[in-house]
């Protein structure tokens, strides 16, 4: 089983639609968590950090729920520029490691 | 502004060679990554740093080396370079190792392919 898993897609939605991503992940000592977008094997570049409480940025948002051990991305009223790879990444700072899930593609659709 | 740098951006060779792909960052960070990225896989961690002369392995640092004698750069080395070597290699750093703001910037990637 891998370490940080997500639902590789692909999801095609049509502009508007609002779409969640799902990431699991299996380290405990977990205590960093992020989501990063990465277009076309470009590099990744941050989107969010994820805070225990869940936290917002205009049309993302996203969810932790550590007992479950679990992280979430709603991306509401989706845009063409949406359309990328959704990296889920979890860290544990103890061992100074990041792990990387393989990725969620987005795809949106006129 | 701070910046992260790599190159070559894309390099062919032969298998067998010596290979070395760099990675300057100049936000003064301590800590450095490097990273391969395969189709149908995430990043995978090769080596990192978390200052001058610290290296550490990764997942999967057979066949890679890296060094650290300043903190802008951490050369990637393929010592005798393989066909399973093929891949988009990335570096990053980042300024803590610990919090929640301990994201990674990630340089532009350089293309190896080994024939």
């Known amino acids: 089983r891998k370490e940080v898993e997500q639902d590789p897609g692909p999801f095609n939605v049509p502009e508007g639609a609002t779409v969640a991503f799902n990431c699991t992940y299996s380290?405990?000592?977990?205590?960093?968590f992020f989501w990063y977008r990465q277009d076309c094997r470009k590099e990744p570049k941050l989107l969010m950090s994820?805070?225990?409480s869940g936290n917002e940025d205009g049309r993302f948002t996203a969810q932790l729920n550590r007992a479950s051990q679990y992280i979430s991305l709603l991306i509401r009223d989706s845009k063409l520029s949406d359309s990328a790879t959704y990296l889920c990444?979890?860290?544990?700072?103890?061992?100074?490691?990041?792990?990387f899930g393989d990725g969620t593609t987005l795809t949106v659709k006129p | 502004d701070a910046e992260i740098t790599q190159s070559p951006r894309h390099k062919i060779t032969e298998t067998g060679r010596q290979v070395t792909l760099a990675c300057h960052q100049t936000?003064?960070?301590?800590?450095m990554f490097w990273y391969r990225q395969d189709l149908g896989h995430g990043l995978r961690l090769i080596h990192y740093?978390?200052?001058?002369?610290?290296?550490n392995k990764g997942e999967v640092s057979d066949g890679y080396s890296v060094s650290r004698s300043n903190t802008e750069d951490l050369p990637l080395t393929l010592e005798s370079a393989a066909s399973s070597q093929t891949s988009v290699y990335f570096c990053?750093?980042?300024?803590?190792?610990?919090?929640?703001?301990?994201?990674?910037?990630f340089g532009p990637g350089t293309r190896l392919t080994v024939l």
């Open positions: 990444v979890v860290t544990d700072t103890n061992a100074g490691k990041s792990t």
């Open positions: 994820v805070y225990s």
């Open positions: 936000w003064n960070h301590n800590n």
């Open positions: 740093s978390y200052g001058v002369q610290d290296t």
């Open positions: 380290n405990s000592a977990s205590q960093s």
């Open positions: 990053a750093s980042s300024s803590q190792r610990t919090g929640a703001r301990n994201e990674q910037f």
